[in-house]
T-cell receptor, first 113, second 109 residues
């Protein structure tokens, strides 16, 4: 069966510090991968998605970037965090077929102070 | 992205069925109807999806109107663990899920 991992589970970082969040998927190959953010009390917003190694699509202009160095690894980064980057970051995967469902990881709760 | 409309909140008694409605009058022929739910402090959980026909799985049933402009998620026997935000989403052949505000389901014991 497929499993999706995210770490760390929680993170407190000062403004201006760098960020690296990691997501890995097990039990499937060539998945579509996604990064979402959920601000406090708000809905989920798609940040990035990837259909293959090195292929990243950005949905919103922002202070963040994403990379996919391996087939089942997806990384979210920032060089300098802003207060507005605080939120609940979720990674998800799907099998890439039209209309297919997405499966979400446990999330990382980031607080920028 | 085609839009969905859901009630802000609903309440149910434990052990009773729950029918969560969703309107999607601008649905296109290639849009799949997806349902997810999110418990507090957790990531969304896939519940069910369908295209034209009604669907059943171990978690729920999805009833789709004949004109596809509305659908209903049916939880056959609500438990306290079903209390969550339920999202109805139209998914086209692309890569995006666009989450709205969803329906907050409260389950009373």
């Amino acid at each position: 069966s497929q499993t999706i991992h995210q770490w760390p589970a929680t993170l407190v970082q000062p403004v201006g510090s760098p960020l690296s969040l990691e997501c890995t998927v097990e039990g499937t190959s060539n998945p579509n991968l996604y990064w979402y953010r959920q601000a406090a009390g708000r809905g989920l917003q798609l940040l990035f998605y990837s259909v293959g190694i090195g292929q990243i699509s950005s949905e919103v202009p922002q202070n963040l970037s994403a990379s996919r160095p391996q087939d089942r690894q997806f990384i979210l980064s920032s060089k300098k965090l802003l207060l507005s980057d605080s939120g609940f970051y979720l990674c998800a995967w799907s099998n890439g077929l039209a209309g297919s469902e997405q499966y979400f990881g446990p999330g990382t709760r980031l607080t920028v102070t | 992205d085609a839009k969905t409309t859901q009630p802000n909140s609903m309440e149910s008694n434990e052990e009773e069925p729950v029918h969560l409605p969703c309107n999607h009058s601008t649905i296109s022929g290639t849009d799949y109807i997806h349902w997810y739910r999110q418990l507090p402090s957790q990531g969304p959980e896939y519940v069910i999806h369908g295209l034209t026909s009604n669907v059943n799985n171990r978690m729920a049933s999805l009833a789709i109107a004949e004109d596809r402009k509305s659908s209903t998620l049916i939880l056959h026997r609500a438990t306290l663990r079903d209390a969550a935000v339920y999202y109805c989403i139209l998914r086209d052949g692309g890569n995006k899920l666009v989450f709205g505000a969803g329906t907050i389901l409260r389950v009373k014991s």
